[in-house]
C-alpha cells in the first residue's frame, strides 16, 4: 500500500483530505474550495451559515424556479472538547456519528483559538487490571464492552495553564492529525480518512471546471454549495435550501457499500432512492440512473438506511420540494474508506450531463 504521488493529479484532493474542516470551522477547507471554484463561476460568495456557494447562470435565463443547488459538505467527522482535566488532559465528546474505533487511538490536532498542536488519543495501557476499571472493561478476554468516549482521553503533555494561553475550552474541535490523512494507492482503488466529503467536494469543483471549459450553459440555473456542519444535522445545507432560489437539491456524497443495500465499491455509482430521513424523488433518481447507464458506468440503485444527506434533511424539514442523491460508491464509510480510482470523473461526468441542456427534461 504506497503513498500516493503528490504530483499526480489527485493533488487537490490531497490537498483537500490535509485540511482540518471539524463542523463549524470549515475555513482551510472552504479557502480551497474557493479557490478552484472562483476562476469558473459567475459570481461566488459565503452565505451566513458559512456555506461557499458558486452561481452559475443559464443558458438562456431560465427562471429561478427552476434553478438547481449541487450540495457537497465541506465538514468532517471530528470531536469536541467537553471538558479539561486538572492534569492538562482533555475529555472529549463527537461530532457527527463516529466512536474511537473509526479512527484509531493516535495523534490529533487540537484547535485552540491560539495555537493549533498535536496530542494524542489514548485509553492508557493495556497491562493493566481492574483497577483501571475504564480499559479493564473494554479488554475483549474482560469486560467486552465496545470501546467509546468515555474510555478515552487526550494526552497533550501541557498544564491546564498552558492549555489556556493556547486557547483550548470546552468547544474547542479535535481533528484527526494531518500525519493519518495521506491518500493511499490500492490498485485500482484509493484509500484515506475523510474522503466523506472531500471525494465529493473534488468531484463537484470538477464538475463545474468541466461546465466552463466546455463553454456551454447548463439549462438551468446552479448553485455549486460546499456546505457546512452536514456531520451534525445538515445544517447548512437545510440553511442553503431555504435561502437559495431553486426547486431541486442534490447532494453528492460518499455512499456505502454492504449486502443490506446490493451496492459494491466494485461497481458503478449510487444513486439513492431513499435514505433515513426521506425518499428521494424518483424522477430525479431515474433520470440519474439513465444517464450513468448511458454513460456505461452500471450504476447501482439503493433505498438506503442508516443514511442522510443534505439533500434528504432539507426535503423531510420542507426546505426544498425535490431531493436527489448520488454517491460514490465507498468502502467503510465513517472509517478508513476506500473508492474506486475512476469514481470522482465519473460522478463529475454524470453531474455535467445531468446539467447540460440536451439532458433537460
Known amino acids: 500500500m504506497a503513498q500516493r504521488d503528490h504530483d499526480s493529479g489527485d493533488d487537490l484532493l490531497q490537498e483537500l483530505l490535509l485540511a482540518y474542516g471539524p463542523c463549524g470551522q470549515e475555513d482551510a477547507v472552504r479557502e480551497l474550495c474557493a479557490r478552484e471554484l472562483q476562476p469558473v463561476v459567475d ?22 424556479d427552476a434553478a438547481t443547488r449541487l450540495m457537497a459538505h465541506m465538514d468532517e467527522l471530528s470531536m469536541m472538547v467537553k471538558r479539561i ?9 463527537q461530532l457527527g456519528t463516529m466512536y474511537p474505533g473509526n479512527f484509531g487511538l493516535g495523534p490529533v490536532a487540537v484547535l485552540g483559538d491560539h495555537q493549533t498542536f498535536t496530542a494524542v488519543l489514548t485509553l ?34 501541557r498544564t491546564a495553564e498552558e492549555l489556556t494561553a493556547a486557547g483550548v475550552h470546552p468547544g474547542t474541535r479535535v481533528c484527526v492529525d494531518r500525519s493519518k490523512r495521506t491518500l493511499v494507492e490500492l ?4 484509500g484515506s480518512y475523510f474522503l466523506d466529503d472531500r471525494a465529493a467536494v473534488t468531484a463537484l469543483l470538477r ?19 460546499f456546505t457546512t456542519n452536514e456531520e451534525i444535522g445538515g445544517v447548512g445545507g437545510s440553511y442553503a435550501s431555504a435561502s437559495l432560489p431553486g426547486r431541486l437539491t442534490l447532494a453528492l456524497e460518499v455512499g456505502p457499500t454492504e449486502q443490506e443495500y446490493g451496492t459494491s465499491v466494485t461497481g458503478g455509482p449510487i444513486i439513492g432512492y431513499s435514505d433515513a430521513q426521506c425518499v428521494y424523488d424518483k424522477d430525479v433518481a431515474d433520470r440519474l440512473m439513465a444517464i450513468a447507464t448511458e454513460r ?45 480510482r475512476s469514481a470522482i470523473d465519473a460522478m463529475a461526468a454524470i453531474v455535467v450531463d445531468f446539467l447540460l441542456p440536451s439532458r433537460a427534461s
Not at 139 to 156: I, M, N, S
Not at 187 to 190: A, E, H, I, K, S
Not at 304 to 323: I, Q, R
Open 43 to 64: 459570481d461566488m460568495w459565503t452565505d451566513e451559515a458559512g456555506n461557499l456557494i458558486g452561481h452559475l447562470r443559464a443558458t438562456d435565463g431560465a427562471g429561478d
Open 85 to 93: 482535566g486538572s492534569d492538562g488532559t482533555l475529555h472529549l465528546t
Open 124 to 157: 492508557g495501557s493495556e497491562h493493566t487490571t481492574k483497577e483501571s476499571p475504564k480499559i479493564w472493561e473494554t479488554k475483549p478476554d474482560q469486560g467486552d464492552k465496545a470501546l467509546d468516549w468515555q474510555h478515552v482521553y487526550v494526552f497533550t503533555g
Open 187 to 190: 490498485g485500482d482503488y484509493l
Open 207 to 225: 464538475a463545474a471546471r468541466l461546465l466552463r471549459e466546455r463553454e456551454q450553459r447548463p439549462a438551468e440555473d446552479v448553485y455549486f454549495v
Open 296 to 340: 456505461g458506468l452500471a450504476p447501482q440503485a439503493a433505498a438506503l438506511g442508516a443514511f442522510e444527506s443534505d439533500a434528504s434533511h432539507a426535503k423531510a424539514s420542507g426546505l426544498t420540494p425535490c431531493a436527489g442523491l448520488l454517491c460514490l460508491p465507498t468502502l467503510s464509510t465513517h472509517g478508513f474508506e476506500v473508492i474506486a
